[in-house]
């Protein structure tokens, strides 16, 4: 378990955990909404343990993948229009998952028949900086709790307790949200939110 504080990520720390992802390794990490499980996306067999952990088949997950910024989720998906493009500058960095048309830089084994990719920016320093320094994407799921009031959990040491056996690394950055993002779905013309959560979108 690794203390990160948000309002300045300590450039060692950011090191460390690009190293474990590096490795192939994976990772529990604080975003601006629940905590997410995830890995380096070019990492097929580390993709392929958390997708067996979730009992999905890779190609037909909802796994979206964390970016750094605008041009770094530009790199995996296919040109989008100028209306799009200032939504998602107004939007991001946000508790938004926005679902995009996906490009061929988005691995094979997450495609399938799946022509789309879920794309974040969280408000969080301390994933952003992670995925600066890795220079790739982090696929991300959310962390759901067993409990059947609370959906998701949010102490990162009751986190820690559960996933050990599972995760290499666990951030502690915080307590988290318990509420997810909103998704919106921007592969067609008028973008439509598929999943209201955390982020109010003005449609």
Same mark, same amino acid.
């Given at each position: 378990?690794?203390?990160i504080y948000p309002e300045n990520p300590n450039p060692k720390d950011v090191r460390q955990v690009v190293e474990v992802l590096r490795n192939g390794g994976i990772i529990i990490y604080p ?11 070019? @990492? ?5 343990? /958390? ?6 088949? =890779? ?10 910024? $605008?041009?770094?989720?530009?790199? *995996?998906?296919?040109?989008? &229009? ?9 939007? $991001? +960095?946000?508790? *938004? ?5 996906? @490009? ?5 084994? *997450? ?5 789309? =990719?879920? =794309?974040?920016?969280?408000?969080? &320093?301390? /994933? ?5 320094? $890795?220079?790739? +994407? ?25 996933? &050990? ?26 973008? =439509? ?9 003005e449609e």
């Amino acid at each position: 378990m690794l203390k990160i504080y948000p309002e300045n990520p300590n450039p060692k720390d950011v090191r460390q955990v690009v190293e474990v992802l590096r490795n192939g390794g994976i990772i529990i990490y604080p975003t601006d909404t629940v905590y997410g499980l995830g890995c380096d996306i070019t @990492n097929a067999k580390a993709v392929e343990k /958390i997708a067996r952990y979730k009992n999905v088949q =890779v190609e037909k997950s909802n796994f979206s993948f964390i970016c750094s910024d $605008l041009s770094h989720l530009s790199g *995996f998906s296919k040109p989008v &229009s100028n209306q799009v493009f200032k939504m998602l500058k107004t939007y $991001l +960095p946000g508790p *938004f998952t926005f679902i995009l048309n996906a @490009n061929n830089n988005v691995p094979k084994y *997450f495609k399938g028949k799946k022509k789309t =990719v879920g =794309v974040r920016i969280p408000d969080n &320093s301390i /994933i952003i900086e992670i995925a600066k320094e $890795l220079g790739n +994407p982090i696929m991300s799921t959310s962390i759901h709790d067993d409990d059947e009031i609370i959906e998701y959990s949010t102490d990162p040491e009751l986190i820690h307790e559960r996933f &050990s056996d599972f995760a290499d690394l666990v951030i502690d950055g915080g307590y988290g949200d318990n509420i997810p993002s909103t998704i919106v779905d921007c592969t067609e013309e008028i973008p =439509v939110v598929i999943r209201q959560g955390k982020g109010i979108f003005e449609e």
